[in-house]
T-cell receptor, first 109, second 113 residues
Framework: KNEVEQSPQNLTAQEGEFITINCSYS?????LHWLQQHPGGGIVSLFM???GKKKHGRLIATINIQEKHSSLHITASHPRDSAVYIC???????????FGKGTKLSVIP | SAVISQKPSRDICQRGTSLTIQCQVD?????MFWYRQQPGQSLTLIAT?????????ESGFVIDKFPISRPNLTFSTLTVSNMSPEDSSIYLC??????????FGPGTRLLVL
């Protein structure tokens, strides 16, 4: 069973700061997802990665398959980025996800 | 992409009762999943809802407690039976189409008194 660890658990940043959230996993995967969970519980899929780097607006996600590690970066953070960010991994040959516990981000104006 | 709706969005229920959560997708999808997120915990897969056959449950989850229906490729229900306060969670439906990313519903927030 894959163990997914995220750090930090909680993060408070000033508006405009560059933010990094880390995710490591223990067993090889076919893909890694970064998800954003809003206070009401709804989840939005931000990225799905199997290698390299992806960018969408102010969000950048990278993955290092050899090191079993991924990072989510937010540039020029804004209060509306405040949410829980969850890393999830997809095992080889399966669509089922194993989730990290999430990183709660608060961006202060 | 897929747009998913869930009903109800939230509910408060009495111990011993049952609640059925509906998940509707705006397109036909192969895989539908039900997750639970207990307070302060990560999401846990309850089961995979298979169209035309019984759901596949993960360890720790049983059909008697969480019966699931999947009558067609756009709809599924999850019932939380004989509820106790420990069932208070957010329940999420998600779908996957082939190798595309997974899409999640808005969640159903359940409080059991």
């Amino acid at each position: 069973k894959n163990e997914v660890e995220q750090s930090p658990q909680n993060l408070t940043a000033q508006e405009g700061e560059f933010i990094t959230i880390n995710c490591s996993y223990s067993v090889g995967i076919s893909a890694l997802h970064w998800l954003q969970q809003h206070p009401g519980g709804g989840i939005v899929s931000l990225f799905m990665l199997s290698s390299g780097k992806k960018k969408h607006g102010r969000l950048i996600a990278t993955i290092n398959i050899q090191e079993k590690h991924s990072s989510l970066h937010i540039t020029a953070s804004h209060p509306r980025d405040s949410a829980v960010y969850i890393c999830a991994v997809e095992g080889a040959g399966s669509y089922q996800l194993t989730f990290g516990k999430g990183t709660k981000l608060s961006v202060i104006p | 992409s897929a747009v998913i709706s869930q009903k109800p969005s939230r509910d408060i229920c009495q111990r011993g009762t049952s609640l059925t959560i509906q998940c509707q997708v705006d397109s036909q999808v192969t895989m539908m999943f039900w997750y639970r997120q207990q307070p302060g915990q990560s999401l846990t897969l309850i089961a995979t809802a298979n169209q035309g056959s019984e759901a596949t449950y993960e360890s720790g989850f049983v059909i008697d407690k969480f019966p699931i229906s999947r009558p067609n490729l756009t709809f599924s229900t999850l019932t939380v039976s004989n509820m106790s306060p420990e069932d208070s969670s957010i329940y999420l439906c998600s779908v996957s189409q082939g190798r595309e990313t997974q899409y999640f519903g808005p969640g159903t927030r359940l409080l059991v008194l």
